[in-house]
């Protein structure tokens, strides 16, 4: 039986365990250490440290404090594990708390966060998804059902000095170029809400104040949202610090690929089974620059589907040149349009393709001037047909329900 070296409380504040951190910095201490060749088992907040509750208001995604996130458990050193060697992970298994049986997906607010599709979709809504073994439904959205490929989405190596800082510089020189931009450009460093594990006093603040954001993936991996990270993968991560500093969190239920509702997972608390193997001098023997995986051999099995291209024109009509953004978008875009036809509303439609296992293809980036990209959606998750026919679509979608939405609180305070 492999040991649970991280453990957490999911009645007491994720701030409370000196287990779990929220920036990456490489003077945060290890709090475990492992061999080549262990296993062992980590247990995880979900991403938000509990700030989203299980119910049918969505404040607290209108609410939510970004600043906080994510909670990550770790770093966890790794005995012989220097910088330029390649940290083998394996996901063994991954799994939900007893206790813990529900998971959340949300649209955050343009003014906290913003989404993939932000400027359709501007408020806060939040489903809330139930889970039955391998199985999800939520009650905010009906006719629906799918089995998880339950993943982290965020998992990676503390980074090196040098490395920290030119996460730091590049980004803030992102935002230099549009300041005032609503959602910003890049999250940076916020040193009031950082959690920096073990690490105290003047030198928490001081690492708190300089320590990376986890939002974005980067070069070590981080919060990259990859739904086939699952049981049976394996991923290489390049080192930069003396013991690698593995840490890991952001458990999702299931996912679509792209997570476009940015809260876009079926976010959930829970555990994960690893096992660790180094390869010395690896980032120099294979060119490595960014992580590399191999997918998980399980995945739930949907072998029909309709597909929906988009091309970079955007939806006022602009061309774009082979920008693959704006041709994903408009792929979205037209699933929820037509998923509207069969009675979703199209906060439904949305979500499903947040928290669905739909496949996300780039299909062409060299015919000028239009990349296209497709948006597969597995007809198999419903419990009707979604197939185009010469009857066309009928209203199938039980009606009365929707996505709990909560508008902005200044937006409440004009119209009262």
């Not at 062992?40 to 979900?46: A, K, M, Q, T």
């Not at 993968?233 to 476009?260: C, R, T």
Request: proline share 6%.
């Amino acid at each position: 039986m492999a040991e649970t070296i991280i453990k957490i409380d999911l009645n007491k504040s994720a701030y409370e365990n000196d287990k779990i951190h929220n920036r990456w910095h490489p003077d945060i201490p290890m709090v475990a250490t492992v061999k080549p060749g262990d296993d062992f088992i980590v247990e995880c907040y979900d991403w938000t440290g509990g700030q989203i509750k299980n119910d049918d208001n969505a404040d607290d995604v209108r609410d939510v404090d970004l600043s906080q996130v994510h909670f990550l458990s770790g770093p966890i050193g790794v005995e012989g594990a220097e910088p330029g060697d390649l940290l083998e992970v394996d996901i063994l298994d991954i799994g939900t708390f007893k206790e813990s049986q529900w998971g959340f997906n949300g649209f955050f607010s343009k003014q906290n966060g913003g989404g993939f599709l932000t400027e359709h979709f501007p408020d806060a809504q939040k489903s809330v998804w139930d889970f039955n073994g391998m199985f999800t439904k939520s009650r905010h959205i009906p006719n629906v059902e799918f089995a998880g490929m339950i993943h982290p989405g965020l998992i990676g190596c503390l980074p090196s000095r040098e490395l920290l800082d030119t996460w730091n510089k590049r980004e803030a020189g992102l935002v230099a170029t549009d300041p005032e931009r609503v959602p910003e450009l890049a999250t940076l460093p916020n040193g009031d809400t950082a959690h920096m594990g073990q690490l105290k006093g003047d030198a928490a603040k001081a690492a708190g104040a300089e320590g990376a954001r986890t939002v974005p993936p980067r070069e070590h991996g981080g919060n990259c949202d990859i739904k086939d990270l699952s049981r049976g993968s394996k991923i290489y991560f390049p080192v930069y610090v003396d013991g690698a500093g593995l840490s890991v969190g952001d458990l999702h239920f299931s996912q679509g690929d792209g997570e476009i509702t940015f809260c876009g997972a079926i976010e959930m608390a829970g555990w994960i089974h690893l096992r660790v193997n180094l390869i010395k001098d690896g980032i120099k023997k294979y060119g490595i620059k960014n992580p590399v995986f191999k997918p998980s051999p399980i995945k739930p099995r949907y072998d029909d589907y309709v597909i929906f291209e988009g091309i970079s024109v955007d939806e006022d009509g602009g061309q774009h040149y082979l920008d693959v953004h704006v041709a994903y978008r408009q792929a979205c875009l037209n699933a929820i349009e037509y998923l509207t036809k069969f009675g979703y509303t199209k906060a439904q439609a949305y979500a499903i393709l947040g928290c669905a296992p739909v496949e996300g293809h780039i299909s062409g980036v060299v015919d000028i001037p239009n990349a296209c990209a497709t948006l597969w959606l597995p007809t198999g998750i419903f419990d009707f047909d979604i197939n185009p026919c010469a009857d066309g679509p009928k209203k199938m979608v039980t009606e009365g329900m929707d996505v709990p939405l909560s508008k902005d609180k200044k937006d409440k305070k004009d119209k009262e």
